[in-house]
């Protein structure tokens, strides 16, 4: 499967964005696919993810309510809806997918197979 990242832009503190992951490919209805960022200087982290089949959802800590992840099988596209966007939020964003990824490895990157390019927000003051 191919991914296709989108929505990244500029944003002010406490603004919104949502994130568009595109995938083509068949079976999309059979990976979990999750968000991670990475900040300069930082490693990548877990952002969110939502699972293959019945879509169940995960979050990272720090999200806390702000973000909602969604996805449409029938698009082959997964969103981010952030919300309350903080400073600490400026990343480039990749999205990932794996096919019938095990509830144990959703957080983790090396687990997943298919990555996009990424897409950058950036959040302002």
């Known amino acids: 499967v191919q991914l296709q990242a989108s929505g990244g832009g500029s944003v002010r503190a406490g603004g919104s964005r949502r994130l568009s992951c595109s995938a083509s490919g068949r079976a999309f209805i059979n990976y979990t696919v999750a968000w991670f960022r990475q900040a300069p200087g930082k490693e990548r982290e877990f952002v969110s993810a939502v699972k293959y089949g019945v879509g169940t959802t995960y979050y990272g800590d720090f999200v806390k309510g702000r973000f909602t992840i969604s996805r449409d099988n029938d698009k082959k596209t997964v969103y981010l809806q952030m919300n309350s966007l903080q400073l600490e939020d400026t990343a480039v964003y990749y999205c990932?997918?794996?096919?019938?990824?095990?509830?144990?490895?959703?957080?983790?990157?090396?687990?997943?197979?298919?990555w996009g390019q990424g897409t950058l927000v950036t959040v302002s003051s």
């Open positions: 990932a997918a794996a096919s019938f990824l095990h509830d144990d490895y959703y957080s983790v990157g090396r687990y997943y197979n298919f």
